[in-house]
């Protein structure tokens, strides 16, 4: 698959989830504060992820989420080059989203929806909730979108339920991130960098240990070429519907 469209693909689906994400939270007139929940934020997040896989997989595989392309370079199902290449559209798209929410809604908005960690949570805890956070998330993406044995039509809804249970669990905490660039775009464009590198830490050492457990002990075959290159299911591959 081409690179610009690989690129362009990352950018979009990665815009899509922190677009949707921080409006999920800051809920501006007229729905008024009291739209937010734990359960309305946390399924606006899982959506967006769940149509942005449906409708992007098939050319990028639909990561939208540095930690997954790390999962995969990690297991060297991806080159550290095509990694990078999905790691700058990630940011990128992150980044414009979190502009365009500045610049229609204002920067507090976009400050609000920059994901923290709560004050009772220290450091260290944090990063290891952010980790088991997005190792549920990477091992349901190669469970899912990669073995070949499962059935093909699930791995969308599946991914984005994963990130929906994640932030039900410990948004609280952490805001859930799972994901640097849904951190990154929104600390960059509001300036709201506290505990920022936590949603690094985590989430890659998460994602990497996932990555290794799925590629290492429960995939039997070894991937297509079409999978190895495109980091997701291959419309060629025999699967169940």
Same mark, same amino acid.
């Given at each position: 698959m081409g690179g610009t469209k690989i690129f362009l693909a990352?950018?979009?689906? #990665? !815009? #899509?989830? &922190?677009?949707?994400? /921080?409006?999920? &939270? +800051?809920? $501006? =007139? =007229?729905?008024?504060?009291?739209?937010?929940?734990?359960? +309305? &934020?946390? !399924?606006a997040h899982g959506l967006a992820i769940a149509v942005m896989v449906a409708a992007l997989g098939a /050319? %990028? $595989?639909? @990561? !939208? *989420? =540095?930690? /997954?392309t790390f999962g995969f370079v990690a297991t060297g199902r991806m080159t550290i080059l095509r990694g990078l290449l999905?790691?700058?559209?990630?940011?990128? $798209?992150?980044?414009v989203a979190a502009a365009v929410v500045r610049f229609t809604v204002g920067n507090a908005a976009v400050s609000m929806g920059t994901p923290d960690v709560a004050p009772t949570v220290g450091i260290l805890s944090a990063v290891i909730l952010e980790a088991?956070? +997005? !190792?549920f998330l990477v091992l349901v993406v190669f469970g899912t979108a990669v073995d070949e044995r499962a059935p093909k039509s699930v791995y969308p809804m599946a991914i984005g339920l994963t990130i +929906?249970? %994640?932030?039900?669990?410990i948004g609280p905490l952490t805001g859930g991130a799972v994901n640097p660039a849904r951190a990154f775009g929104p600390a960059l464009v509001? $300036? @709201?960098? #506290? *505990?920022?590198? /936590?949603?690094?830490?985590?989430?890659?050492?998460?994602?990497a240990l996932a990555g290794w457990v799925a590629n290492g002990v429960f995939l039997e075959k070894a991937p297509t070429p079409a999978v190895a290159e495109?980091?997701? =299911?291959?419309? %060629?591959?025999?699967?169940a519907v």
């Open positions: 990352e950018a979009i689906g #990665t !815009f #899509t989830l &922190i677009f949707v994400g /921080v409006l999920s &939270i +800051t809920a $501006g =007139p =007229p729905a008024g504060p009291a739209a937010v929940s734990l359960a +309305t &934020i946390a !399924f /050319v %990028s $595989g639909g @990561h !939208f *989420n =540095p930690a /997954v999905y790691w700058a559209a990630q940011l990128l $798209g992150a980044v088991i956070g +997005t !190792f +929906t249970m %994640s932030m039900m669990a509001s $300036g @709201h960098w #506290t *505990n920022h590198l /936590v949603y690094w830490a985590g989430p890659l050492l998460g994602g495109r980091g997701g =299911p291959a419309p %060629s591959e025999e699967r």
